[in-house]
C-alpha cells in the first residue's frame, strides 16, 4: 500500500555518505535509479525472481526490486558502479570481457555482484558451485557457460595475483 | 576512453577477427544506455488497465473514482485517443489493433484504460479505481477450432496495404483466417498412391513468451517540430512511419530512437507501445514513460502455437517421394506480423528435403488469445519440430540410421526446394556430418543399465533469409581520421555495431575499435527495414561496405586530383586537411542494398528466386533418462551452423549457444497456461519457468562449418536464430531413442514422459528383457 509520508534514510553509497527522502512504499531500486541516477540495477521480473536488480546492502546481495527503501537507512551499499577503481577494471568485469560472457548486458551487473559476493567466500569456486550461487540470476540472451568461464577465470588470475603478491 | 591514435594503427584484416564487443566496457560497468534509464523532466508515467475478458462488448467504463485520486494527471480511454486520432488501429499486415479498445475486447491482457501520473505508484493504484462493465462473448482459442468456428474475432478484416498478397482480404466477413499461403510442386495425390509406405502425424508447439528482460519500454514527447519517440524498439524506422501514419504527419515532424536493447528477441518488433505512447503525449501535452511490467509483456506479443499435419510418402529405399503440409498457426486477436510468419516459414514446411511432390497449406487464424508474432526463428522453430520429428519416426519404422535417412534426402546444391528456387550455399550436408562427428554418431553408444538410460538425437533445420526488405548506410570520415558509422540496426545484445564497425574497417583499412557506430535515431540514420530474422550481417553488412567503398572511391578521386601516387596509402585526415585548410570537413559514404528477389505465385508458392540465402542449423543431444520418475538429463549437446564465413567467430559462437540454450526453454519448460476462459495462469517468473544456469547441458559445445555464402558480404550471412533450429526434435528423439516414448507436443516434460512411460509398462519391460 502507498503512503504519501516522506521519510528521511541517510546512508553510505559506494563509499560516500548520502541521504534521501522517501517514502515508505519506495523501493531500494527506486532510490539508487531515481534520486542517485545508478542505473547499473535494472529492474526485470519485479519479484526478485531474476536477479537484474541485485544490489549488496551490509556485504549481502539482495533485491533491489523487493528490498524496501526504509531498510537501507543506515547501511552499507553497494552496485556494481563500485566494481571500478578509477579507470581500472574489477578482474571480474574483465573477466566476463574476455569470454564475451553477456549479450544484451541487462542482467549482467546482477552476476557481477553476485560472482563478486561468492569469490569473497570461495576463491576458487568449481563449476557446480558456481551454478549454485548463481542460480538466482537469469540470462534470457543463454550466455550462462560464457559467465561460469569468467568467473573462474577471474578467479585464477585474481589467486594468481595473491600468490604473486605474498612471494 | 583509452586514447586511440588511428593513424598509426596497422590496416590488419577485421573480418574473421575474434572481437570482442565494442561496448563491452559500457555493459560490465552499467553504463551502458537502454531507454529503460530514460526519464524526461515533466515526464508522466503510464499504467494501463486491460481487459479481464477474452472477448466481450465493453458496456461501460467510470474513471470517475481514478480521476479523483489525489496525484492522478488524468485517465484516458479511446473516446479520448478517437479526439487526436480519428483511425487508432495499427499493425504491419492488419490494422486490427486498436491503440485501447473501442467497444469491445478480443482477449485478456488487452489495453482499455491509462492512467497518468508523476508518480508511477499512484497512476498504478489508480488503476484500481477504474469500473469497466463488459458483456462476454463466447471466446475462441484453438487455433485449428477457429478456422471453423461460429465466434469470429475480428467483425471485418482490414488488410494494412503494404503486403500484395493480403490485398484480396481487405472487407473480409465471418472468418479468422488472416493469410492462406499455399505451396504446390508436382502431384502428391500420385506420390502417396505410388508410396511403400505412408506416414502421417500431427505435432504441437504451445504459446510462449520471449521475456526479454528489459521489458518494452517507450517514451512520447513533443518537440518544436513534431514529436520524439524514445523506444526500446527493434524496427525504428517502420515505427517513425507507422506513427506518421496514424497521426497523420510527415516522417520530419516524427524522430524515433532507440539505444542498446535488453534483449529483443522479436518481441520489440514493428510497432508495439509506440502508438500509445504517442497518442498520450499528445493528449497529455506532456512527455509520457509506457515501461511494461514483465507480466504486461505476456500480453503484449508471444510466439505462435501451432498445429502441423504432416503426411509423407517415402519409397522403399527410404527416399521421401511426396509431403503434405498442413498448418496452423494460432495468431491470437492481433495479426502483428503473424501473415509473414505464415508465410516465409510456411513455405520451408516440407523441411530441407529433395521431395518431387509437396503440398502446403499454411493458415494464419486468429483466436481469443494474446497476440503472437516474430520470434527468435520467425516460425522455423516450429517447422523443424515437426519435420525432423516425423523423420526420426520415418528412419526408426524402416529401420534406418536417421543421419542415413536424412543424408539421402537432404538437398543438394543446385536441386530445386519445393518452392522451385535452386539451392545455393546451403552446407546441410556439412552440418548433418558435422554434427554426426562431434556426436561421435557411429561409435558404440552406452545405453545404460537399470532405470538409467541413455539415447540421443540429430536434428537440422534451415530458414530462408526474408526478402525483399532495404538496409541504408553512411559512413563518415572526420579529419582526423575518425570513422562514423551510421545505421538504424539495433543491437540487442547480437553484436551488431560490432560486426557492422568490421565491415567498415575492413574497407576503410582502420580497426574495427576506432570505428563509432551511431545508434538509430530517425533524424541522424538512414532507412533499415527492420533488425529481425537474422538480416542485419547480409543486408546491413553489404549496406555498410558500400557507403565504406563510395568513402573510398571519393578519397581515390580526391588524391588524383592532387597528384597523390596511388600507391601510397590514401587516408582521410592527410585529403581533408589539404582540401579544407586545417582540421575540417567529411567524406561521407552512402550504401544502400536490396537482395533480388521473386514473390512467391500466389497458387502455387512457386518462385525461382525465393531468398538470398539459407540459413542452417543442427543440433546433436544426448539425454540420460530416469526409468522411474520420468526425468531425463540433457548430457551432451553439440550445435553446429552454416553462417557462411563469420564476420566475429568469438561472438558468432555465444549466439549460436545462446540460441540453443533459448530454445531449451520452449522445448522443455515454457507454456502460457490458459484456462477455458482465456484467463492467463502463468504470467510471471514465478511460474513461468526459462532456462536458468542449472538447465545447462552438461556438455555443450558450438561448431561452424566451413562455407562460403558468395552473396553475402565477406562470404557472411545471418547466424541468430540458426542455433534454435534442431534442438527439440533433436530431444524428442533422444528420450525415444532411451526410453521408445514418442512426445510430439512442447513442452517436453518429466511428467509427461513419466506418464507416458508407466501408462506403457509392458512396452518398457519387454524392450528391458
Known amino acids: ?167 | 576512453m583509452e586514447h586511440i591514435d588511428i593513424a598509426s594503427l596497422p590496416a590488419a584484416k577485421q573480418v574473421g577477427r575474434p572481437l570482442d564487443r565494442l561496448e563491452a566496457k559500457a555493459k560490465v560497468t552499467g553504463r551502458a544506455e537502454y531507454i529503460h534509464n530514460l526519464t524526461l523532466p515533466r515526464m508522466l508515467h503510464a499504467k494501463i488497465l486491460r481487459s479481464t475478458v477474452a472477448h466481450g462488448r465493453i458496456v461501460s467504463i467510470d474513471t470517475t473514482q481514478a480521476r479523483a485520486m489525489k496525484g492522478v494527471h488524468s485517465v484516458i480511454t479511446s473516446e479520448d485517443v478517437l479526439k487526436v486520432i480519428p483511425e487508432p488501429y495499427f499493425g504491419p499486415a492488419f490494422h486490427d489493433q486498436p491503440i485501447l479498445a473501442i467497444g469491445k475486447v478480443h482477449y485478456v491482457g488487452e489495453p482499455v484504460a491509462v492512467v497518468l501520473a508523476t508518480d508511477p505508484y499512484v497512476a498504478q493504484e489508480a488503476l484500481h479505481l477504474i469500473e469497466v462493465q463488459y458483456e462476454e462473448l463466447p471466446a475462441v482459442l484453438d487455433e485449428v477450432e477457429a478456422v471453423r468456428s461460429e465466434i469470429v474475432v475480428h467483425d471485418e478484416l482490414k488488410p494494412a496495404g503494404t503486403f500484395p498478397d493480403l490485398k484480396h482480404l481487405a472487407g473480409r466477413k465471418n472468418t479468422n483466417i488472416a493469410l492462406d499461403f499455399h505451396v504446390r510442386r508436382g502431384d502428391v495425390e500420385k506420390a502417396f498412391a505410388e508410396a511403400e509406405h505412408v506416414f502421417e502425424h500431427t505435432f504441437r508447439t504451445q504459446q510462449v513468451m520471449h521475456t526479454p528482460l528489459e521489458p518494452l519500454v517507450s517514451i512520447g514527447e513533443l518537440t518544436d517540430t513534431g514529436m520524439t519517440i524514445h523506444t526500446s524498439s527493434q524496427s525504428p524506422s517502420f515505427v517513425r512511419i507507422e506513427v506518421a501514419r496514424l497521426l497523420g504527419w510527415s516522417e520530419a515532424q516524427i524522430r524515433v530512437r532507440t539505444a542498446f536493447l535488453g534483449g529483443g528477441f522479436g518481441a520489440k518488433l514493428y510497432i508495439k507501445l509506440e502508438a500509445l505512447a504517442a497518442a498520450l503525449t499528445l493528449i497529455s501535452r506532456r512527455p509520457v514513460k509506457i515501461a511494461l511490467s514483465m507480466e504486461e509483456q505476456f500480453y503484449t506479443i508471444t510466439k505462435h502455437a501451432t498445429t502441423f499435419r504432416i503426411k509423407s510418402a517415402v519409397n522403399k529405399e527410404g527416399r521421401i517421394i511426396g509431403r503434405e503440409c498442413e498448418v496452423w498457426w494460432n495468431g491470437g486477436a492481433c495479426a502483428d506480423i503473424g501473415p509473414r510468419v505464415t508465410q516465409k516459414s510456411g513455405f520451408t514446411a516440407a523441411g530441407p528435403y529433395d521431395i518431387e511432390n509437396v503440398s502446403v497449406d499454411s493458415y494464419q487464424i486468429y483466436t481469443n488469445l494474446p497476440p503472437a508474432g516474430a520470434f527468435r526463428g520467425f516460425g522455423i522453430t516450429q517447422m523443424v519440430w515437426a519435420y525432423e520429428s516425423q523423420a526420426d519416426i520415418i528412419a526408426r519404422e524402416l529401420g534406418m540410421d536417421p543421419v542415413e535417412f536424412r543424408r539421402i534426402n537432404l538437398l543438394r546444391e543446385g536441386r530445386p526446394h519445393a518452392t522451385g528456387t535452386l539451392m545455393k550455399d546451403a552446407h546441410l550436408i556439412e552440418v548433418l556430418d558435422c554434427t554426426a562427428k562431434r556426436m561421435k554418431w557411429d561409435e558404440p553408444f552406452d545405453r545404460g543399465t537399470g532405470t538409467i538410460r541413455r539415447g540421443r538425437g540429430i536434428g537440422i533445420g534451415f530458414k530462408a533469409l526474408v526478402a525483399p526488405t532495404t538496409s541504408m548506410a553512411m559512413v563518415s570520415l572526420s579529419a582526423d581520421g575518425s570513422c562514423f558509422v551510421y545505421t538504424s540496426t539495433v543491437d540487442m545484445g547480437q553484436g551488431s555495431d560490432t560486426a557492422l564497425a568490421m565491415v567498415a574497417a575492413e574497407v576503410l583499412g582502420l580497426r574495427a575499435e576506432a570505428v563509432r557506430v551511431i545508434h538509430p535515431d530517425t533524424d541522424v540514420t538512414p532507412y533499415d527495414m527492420a533488425t529481425l530474422g537474422s538480416r542485419s550481417t547480409f543486408h546491413m553488412g553489404h549496406a555498410v561496405r558500400l557507403a565504406a567503398e563510395d568513402a573510398v572511391a571519393q578519397m581515390q578521386a580526391m588524391a588524383a586530383e592532387y597528384g597523390i601516387d596511388e600507391a601510397e596509402r590514401i587516408d582521410a585526415s592527410s585529403l581533408l586537411k589539404r582540401r579544407y585548410g586545417m582540421q575540417a570537413g567529411n567524406i561521407v559514404g552512402i550504401g544502400s542494398f536490396i537482395p533480388d528477389y521473386i514473390s512467391p505465385d500466389k497458387d502455387t508458392g512457386q518462385s525461382d528466386n525465393i531468398t538470398p540465402n539459407w540459413m542452417i542449423g543442427g543440433t546433436g543431444v544426448e539425454v540420460e533418462v530416469d526409468t522411474e520418475t520420468g526425468q531425463f538429463r540433457i548430457v551432451r549437446m553439440e550445435n553446429v551452423v552454416d553462417c557462411g564465413t563469420p564476420l566475429n567467430p568469438k561472438i558468432v559462437e555465444t549466439q549460436v549457444s545462446g540460441a540453443a540454450i533459448m530454445q531449451l526453454g520452449a522445448a522443455l519448460y515454457e507454456n502460457m497456461e490458459f484456462d477455458e476462459d482465456g484467463q492467463l495462469r502463468n504470467a510471471s517468473f514465478a511460474e513461468y519457468k526459462i532456462p536458468g544456469i542449472h538447465d545447462l547441458p552438461a556438455h555443450l559445445d558450438t561448431d561452424i562449418v566451413k562455407a562460403v555464402q558468395h552473396s553475402g558480404p565477406y562470404g557472411a550471412k545471418g547466424v541468430g536464430e540458426s542455433g534454435t533450429f534442431g534442438v527439440a526434435s533433436a530431444i524428442a528423439e533422444a528420450i525415444h531413442d532411451a526410453v521408445g516414448i514418442r512426445l510430439t507436443a512442447m513442452p517436453m516434460r518429466y511428467e509427461q514422459v513419466c506418464r507416458a512411460l508407466h501408462g506403457n509398462e509392458a512396452l518398457f519391460q519387454a524392450e528391458d528383457a
Open chain 1, 1 to 167: 500500500m502507498m503512503s504519501n509520508r516522506m521519510t528521511s534514510i541517510s546512508f553510505v553509497l559506494n563509499g560516500e555518505p548520502v541521504s534521501a527522502q522517501i517514502q515508505p512504499h519506495h523501493t531500494a531500486l527506486d532510490v539508487l535509479r531515481n534520486i542517485f541516477e545508478l542505473n547499473g540495477a535494472r529492474e526485470s521480473c519485479g519479484q526478485g525472481l531474476c536477479g537484474c536488480c541485485t544490489v549488496i546492502v551490509d556485504g549481502q546481495s539482495v533485491s533491489g526490486c523487493l528490498y524496501l527503501a526504509p531498510a537501507l537507512d543506515g547501511t552499507y551499499v553497494e552496485t556494481v558502479e563500485s566494481l571500478e577503481e578509477g579507470a581500472e577494471l574489477d578482474p571480474l568485469q574483465q573477466a566476463f570481457i574476455d569470454c564475451g560472457a553477456f549479450q544484451c548486458g541487462f542482467c549482467t551487473s546482477g552476476f557481477l555482484l553476485m560472482a563478486k559476493q561468492l569469490l569473497q567466500s570461495n576463491p576458487d569456486p568449481s563449476k557446480e558451485q558456481i551454478s549454485n550461487y548463481l542460480s538466482g540470476n537469469l540470462c534470457r540472451c543463454g550466455a550462462y557457460p560464457e559467465i561460469i568461464r569468467a568467473i573462474q577465470l577471474a578467479a585464477q588470475r585474481m589467486n594468481q595475483k595473491k600468490l604473486e603478491e605474498t612471494a
